[in-house]
Nanobody
Framework: QVQLVESGGGLGQAGGSLRLSCAAVGRTDDIYTRAWFRQPPGKEREFVALIVGSEGTTHYGDSVRGRFIVSRDNAKNTWYLQMGSLEPDDTAVYYC???????????????????WGQGTQVTVSS
């Protein structure tokens, strides 16, 4: 079993930056993909970013590409989401997620991931 513990988030200003962290505990050797999703108020959960493989290949959702950066620290079993050029539309509950395999077609789907963090609120003011 794997547990994911998120930290960071909170209140940010438009044009500013915030960083989220996700620490994995338990059977971390089972983790192959590390991702971030978000769920804006009244909307469905959407894919934000992914880091996968030994080379750390990354993928981003269209709405955050060029503004957000996903990274990881394997020694700490932790991955991060550095959010820059924040916009009010970035307001959402952010979730980290971990999967045990990678599908280049299915990775934006929530069903691709076996483990989820508890979620952390990010609010961006204009």
């Amino acid at each position: 079993q794997v547990q994911l513990v998120e930290s960071g988030g909170g209140l940010g200003q438009a044009g500013g930056s915030l960083r989220l962290s996700c620490a994995a505990v338990g059977r971390t050797d089972d983790i192959y993909t590390r991702a971030w999703f978000r769920q804006p108020p009244g909307k469905e959960r959407e894919f934000v970013a992914l880091i996968v493989g030994s080379e750390g290949t990354t993928h981003y959702g269209d709405s955050v590409r060029g503004r957000f950066i996903v990274s990881r620290d394997n020694a700490k079993n932790t991955w991060y989401l550095q959010m820059g050029s924040l916009e009010p539309d970035d307001t959402a509950v952010y979730y980290c997620a971990a999967g045990t395999y990678h599908s280049q077609y299915n990775y934006p789907m929530t069903t691709h991931y076996a483990y989820w963090g508890q979620g952390t609120q990010v609010t961006v003011s204009s």
